[in-house]
């Protein structure tokens, strides 16, 4: 097969790509292809629709950081859709509800908030008023706050908190044994607004420029710097070309690592191989398995009071009497490990579970359930809706008994017309970020140690002149957001048009 010649070829058609290529075009480029190994552009932005065509996006909902966010801003002065809005802003306080106990949020006794936001001026003044101090994992912190605090606290502080703090998995998508305490907390410039849909922002963007551009099911199997950079394809093409922006994931791009291991999907050889920068800063970085658990309902039978609902990883008074006796910080945290051991089965209250209650912020009768790193890839692997339906039904049973409603009826399989007082279940829709080979994940994520900047500094740099790297992962700006991505493929489209005649 002959060699094909454009003056730039970009991996990947998630937003990244999209951007590039559309910046690229409006700057006078001509000769550009976008190779894409799904059969659809958008990447890790992935609206589907479900039951009576409801649309939910599997992947980035929210614009975040409102008040610096480029992306939405481009969004906001764009003319009224014929659609309806194209954003909502649905920040709100979470209701937040324990397996035995029930509701726990606004107790003037407890004053979870507050102490949530003052774990939150611990974390920051540890890591950013100290010099020198080690990372460690968000429980062992969290662990540390209430070891130090605890003759200021009641017993169902103690008992509480620590279950409150754990919505923050939700944000990176792992479990706080293994999420960085240092990166944990970060302050949003700005309100966050919910998405409806990505498809609009996908589409938009990607009508820009030349639809011939993009070529669907064409991975990339090896990228080639001789002279010009040389980019072959898994199905046999080839495309010489003076520059290459690679926009796949971090999670991806780090299976080109492996050298002399069998092929495998999504996996690009490089040759040369990836810079030492760049290698080097995959030891420091990592990324989460931020999966949805989408439940559809025939109609709304509970409360639109709020748009957040958040249950409580389970908890007990031995705990609180661990942190009350143990007078020995390291001999405290054994403690408390040891009876976690031996734990093979995941249990739903064993997590935390963020729900998006769509009834109050778009009117449509679904929860959205955000799970984290290991639930994610568990629940991914099921297959099953009715299976995934038992797994959480007593977490939803409790969700609905909170807000005023009977318990769930599955009727998925069943012809249930109406009910007393009990929403009947539709649908099920669940993610499959872990197990699909161009993803392997959800976005970038700190452990305990790490360090971003790294990665960062390294990807922007490239892995030369010719060949450069975009996404969500290669920027401090928006890292692991949409319009960080959308930077990015802006920002490296920018750098080749300053770099090259055409």
Known sequence: MSIQDKAVVIVGAGIAGLKAASRLYECGVKSCVVLEARNRIGGRLHTVEGYQGRKYDLGASWHHDTLRNNLFLE???????ENGPRFVFDDDQAILIDQDRGRVDMDPEMNLEILEEELSSYTDHEFHQKLGVADCSFYEMVMRYLF???????????????????????????????????????????RNAMVLNYDSVVARIASSFPSDWIKLTTEVHSIKRDGKVFVSTRNGEQFRCDHVIITIPQSVLSLSLKEGEPKELGRIAFEPPLRMPITKAFEKMHYGCLGKVIFEFEECQWSKERSRITTLANSNRDFVRKLRTINDFPQLLESLNEADRGKEQLEPW????????????????????????????????????NIVFKFFESVLNKVMLTLGSGPVVNGMDKEIISTAGSPILRNIIVTNWSREPYSLGAYTACHPGDDPIDMVTALTAG????????GEHTIMDGAGCAYGAWESGKREADYVLANTSI
Do not use: C
Not at 367 to 378: D, G, K, R, S, W
């Open 463 to 470: 892995q030369d002149d010719r060949i450069r790297f975009a």
């Open 148 to 190: 130090e605090r605890r003759q200021f606290l009641t017993d169902d502080q103690i008992q509480y908190l620590p279950q409150v703090a754990r919505f923050l998995e939700l944000w990176h998508g792992v479990d706080w044994t293994i999420l960085s305490a240092k990166d944990t907390y970060f302050g949003h410039i700005g």
């Open 350 to 385: 064993d997590h935390p579970h963020v729900f998006i209650n769509l009834a109050k912020v778009t009117g449509v009768p679904s929860l959205v359930m955000l799970i984290q790193e290991p639930l994610t890839q568990f629940i991914e692997t099921l297959g099953d809706k």
């Open 75 to 81: 969004e906001a002065q764009l003319p009224p859709s």
